[in-house]
């Protein structure tokens, strides 16, 4: 079992800058790939950004520049910057994890962009 546990979102304006993080637990050996992923009011859980045990990340072409996931393999943690933000990036942020072909989510954490 994997636990995830998000902080960091909040109210930002637009253009803003928010850093969130998730810590997970309870693997004993580290986990596959780890990211995050949104949910928009009425429409589906969408990708952000991935990043696997090697460092290879993958992101959504509409935060490409824009946001950056790093992770540290030790700790077991995933941190999306997210820079110049906009108000279509309005959304519950989900982190994400991969491990022994099982999918793992947090709880989610709410991310606000004013115009």
């Known amino acids: 079992q994997v636990q995830l546990v998000e902080s960091g979102g909040g109210l930002v304006q637009a253009g803003g800058s928010l850093r969130l993080s998730c810590a997970a637990s309870g693997s004993g050996f580290s986990i596959n790939v780890m990211g995050w992923y949104r949910q928009a009011p009425g429409k589906q859980r969408e990708l952000v950004a991935t990043?696997?045990?090697?460092?290879?990340?993958n992101y959504a072409d509409s935060v490409k520049g824009r946001f950056t996931i790093s992770r540290d393999n030790a700790k077991n943690t995933v941190l999306l910057q997210m820079n110049s933000l906009k108000p279509e990036d309005t959304a519950v942020y989900y982190c994400y994890a991969f491990r022994l072909s099982r999918n793992y989510w947090g709880q989610g954490t709410q991310v606000t962009v004013s115009s």
């Open positions: 990043v696997n045990t090697g460092g290879m990340t």
